[in-house]
T-cell receptor, first 115, second 112 residues
Framework: KAGVTQTPRYLIKTRGQQVTLSCSPI?????VSWYQQTPGQGLQFLFE???????NKGNFPGRFSGRQFSNSRSEMNVSTLELGDSALYLC??????????????FGSGTQLSVL | GENVEQHPSTLSVQEGDSAVIKCTYS??????FPWYKQELGKGPQLIIDIRSNVGEKKDQRIAVTLNKTAKHFSLHITETQPEDSAVYFC???????????FGKGTSLLVTP
């Protein structure tokens, strides 16, 4: 069974640009979450989607947005990039079964560098 | 919001020794506590988890204990091997949905 797939693996952008990251969850998983990982702040929750609806959102500015498609694939977008947005962006999927909805399986992430 | 504290931030042990990593959480509503292992260049990998109705869980060389009264939980790795070297994260479920709140991580080095 294929794991969570994130593309691209690496991205280099300049301040002010916008970026779109993609995530394909494990087959059968309907919940997709996004986390930002930095050396200083660790792993921080961005948002979570289920059946194309955002169910939860972390404490990030409106420049960070996302969406989920009918096949459960998800994208996140960051507009007007700032230097502080440089981070590893991780996508995680889960079954969202009653007992296992918190059991997250992570992809390898997209390393974003903002210059 | 939920605050998860993790200690130590770095841990060095000799191969064959045990390693213990401790975490505390603040939200008494948290009821799910996973542990993740992250190797260089990879995403976090779930290695063991425990729910609040269980005090201890073991999987081969890895065990997790939970003390809900004191709001702390620990990861125990016995008979450590060099391939156990990685960054380990604890997490606790939040009260506002399905988001996990992570500790800052422990860098474990197992020397032969």
């Amino acid at each position: 069974k294929a794991g969570v797939t994130q593309t691209p693996r690496y991205l280099i952008k300049t301040r002010g640009q916008q970026v779109t990251l993609s995530c394909s969850p494990i087959s059968g998983h309907r919940s997709v979450s996004w986390y930002q990982q930095t050396p200083g702040q660790g792993l921080q929750f961005l948002f979570e989607y289920f059946s194309e609806t955002q169910r939860n959102k972390g404490n990030f500015p409106g420049r960070f947005s996302g969406r989920q498609f009918s096949n459960s694939r998800s994208e996140m977008n960051v507009s007007t990039l700032e230097l502080g947005d440089s981070a590893l962006y991780l996508c995680a999927s889960s079954l969202d079964a009653a007992r296992n909805r918190e059991k997250l399986f992570f992809g390898s992430g997209t390393q974003l560098s903002v210059l | 919001g939920e605050n998860v504290e993790q200690h130590p931030s770095t841990l060095s042990v000799q191969e064959g020794d045990s390693a213990v990593i401790k975490c505390t959480y603040s939200d008494s509503a948290s009821n799910y506590f996973p542990w993740y292992k992250q190797e260089l260049g990879k995403g976090p990998q779930l290695i063991i988890d425990i729910r609040s109705n269980v005090g201890e869980k073991k999987d081969q060389r890895i065990a997790v204990t939970l003390n809900k009264t004191a709001k702390h939980f620990s990861l125990h790795i016995t008979e450590t091997q060099p391939e156990d070297s990685a960054v380990y994260f604890c997490a606790a479920s939040g009260s506002s949905g399905y988001a996990l709140n992570f500790g800052k991580g422990t860098s474990l080095l197992v020397t032969p």
